[in-house]
Nanobody, 120 residues
Framework: QVQIVESGGGLVQPGGSLRLSCAVS????????MYWYRQAPGKQREQVAR???????TYEEFVEGRIAISRDNAKNTVYLQMNNLKPEDTAIYFC??????????????WGQGTQVTVSS
């Protein structure tokens, strides 16, 4: 069974930085497309960034230039480096792993999230 555990969240002042980690166990990270999502209070969960198996990255417009997603398959870990944080970045950040098996079955796993609070 695949398990995902996020860490690295916390309280940071506006303009500060955080690095979130997403540790995957139970399967090889290299098999998955990896995502970071976030959900702010009272809002829907939204995608923040994605990294493909081939290390191609995409970002949502509201974070582009301030956030970088990366993966270390040897450590089975995905990272989200967040810089110049703003109060509107306050949310629970979730990691997601997706893949299509050789038999065409979609596998989709989520972590429990890590809280990021940006406040002075």
């Amino acid at each position: 069974q695949v398990q995902i555990v996020e860490s690295g969240g916390g309280l940071v002042q506006p303009g500060g930085s955080l690095r979130l980690s997403c540790a995957v166990s139970g399967s090889a990270l290299s098999l998955f497309v990896m995502y970071w999502y976030r959900q702010a209070p009272g809002k829907q969960r939204e995608q923040v960034a994605r990294v493909t198996r081939g290390d191609l990255t995409t970002y949502e417009e509201f974070v582009e230039g301030r956030i970088a997603i990366s993966r270390d398959n040897a450590k089975n870990t995905v990272y989200l480096q967040m810089n110049n944080l703003k109060p509107e970045d306050t949310a629970i950040y979730f990691c997601r792993a997706k893949r299509i098996t050789g038999l065409g079955k979609e596998l989709d796993y989520w972590g429990q999230g890590t809280q990021v609070t940006v406040s002075s």
